[in-house]
């Protein structure tokens, strides 16, 4: 469930709602789209299309339309899958499976 708070958002997605509400304010203010873009680090394609949604709703308008989607792994399984990657490649490979491919002898380079 979304709040208009902001509580239940990721810091990701408060982040971007932050970014979305501070072009709001830069556009209220007469900034340039390319300016607020580079400044923002957000294409011009997506400054222009937040431009019109400012345009036709305000800041209201830089709403995400969507509700926040949930994350497909709990905070276990996350967990578990950040130690198991800490442990490093070499861990998780099979040699039944995985042939070891010797270099070619050095004679053959002459």
Do not use: C
Request: net charge positive.
């Amino acid at each position: 469930m979304r709040y208009a708070d902001g509580v239940g958002l990721t810091a990701e997605r408060r982040a971007a709602r932050e970014i979305r509400l501070e072009a709001g304010q830069r556009f209220a203010r007469g900034d340039r789209t390319a300016a607020i873009a580079r400044d923002l680090w957000v294409s011009e394609r997506s400054m222009e299309q937040w431009r019109r949604n400012w345009r036709e709703g305000g800041l209201e308008g830089l709403r995400p339309k969507k509700p926040a989607k949930l994350p497909k792994l709990s905070d276990e399984r996350f967990a578990l899958l950040e130690a198991e990657l800490a442990k490093g490649p070499a861990v998780h490979v099979n040699t039944a499976q995985s042939p070891v491919i010797s270099p070619p002898p050095l004679a053959n380079y002459r």
